[in-house]
């Protein structure tokens, strides 16, 4: 029987040292990705909670001027400009609620189909905004927003 040596009982505990430290490495980032998902989310969500904020206290006179809109007298061009970008924020809250719904950080009934159809026909540059970035938003949620928003 060979007798082991000093030497390679060392290399076998650095060996198992390595090993273990690797395993442990790879527990916490799959927790940091964890805890970074989260943090994510609660940014969005904020995000989200704030855009509405502004929108009901009507600081930035979003309202008068989708009312405005609505009634047919026409936007100025800056009203236009705000619009729109204020079209793309929503759009992108939108994708943002439906991908957290999927992902189920978020209760499915916190999705208010009524509420979005009645944004859809309240502001008709989200339609133009959808048109344009249909390429780059999820699949799912495009067809998604056909089935239940766009074409009910």
């Known amino acids: 029987m060979k007798k082991i040596e000093l030497g390679q009982v060392i290399t076998i505990i650095a060996n198992l040292g390595v090993i273990i430290g690797i395993a442990f490495l790879a527990i916490e980032l799959r927790q940091n990705n964890a805890l970074l998902l989260a943090q994510n989310a609660h940014a969005q969500f904020s995000a989200e909670l704030d855009r509405r904020g502004r929108f009901i206290d009507n600081t930035n006179g979003f309202a008068e001027i989708i009312v405005r809109q609505s009634s047919g007298t026409p936007l100025n ?32 009934n916190y999705l208010d189909l009524g509420t979005w159809r009645d944004i859809w026909d309240t502001i008709p540059q989200l339609g133009d905004a959808f048109e344009e970035d249909k390429a780059q938003l999820d699949s799912d949620f495009v067809q998604f927003m056909n089935e239940n928003v766009i074409n009910r």
Do not use: K
Request: glycine share 4%.
């Open 77 to 108: 061009p800056v009203e236009e400009v705000r619009l729109a970008m204020f079209a793309n924020e929503v759009l992108s809250g939108f994708q943002w609620q439906f991908r957290e719904i999927q992902a189920d950080r978020l209760p499915e």
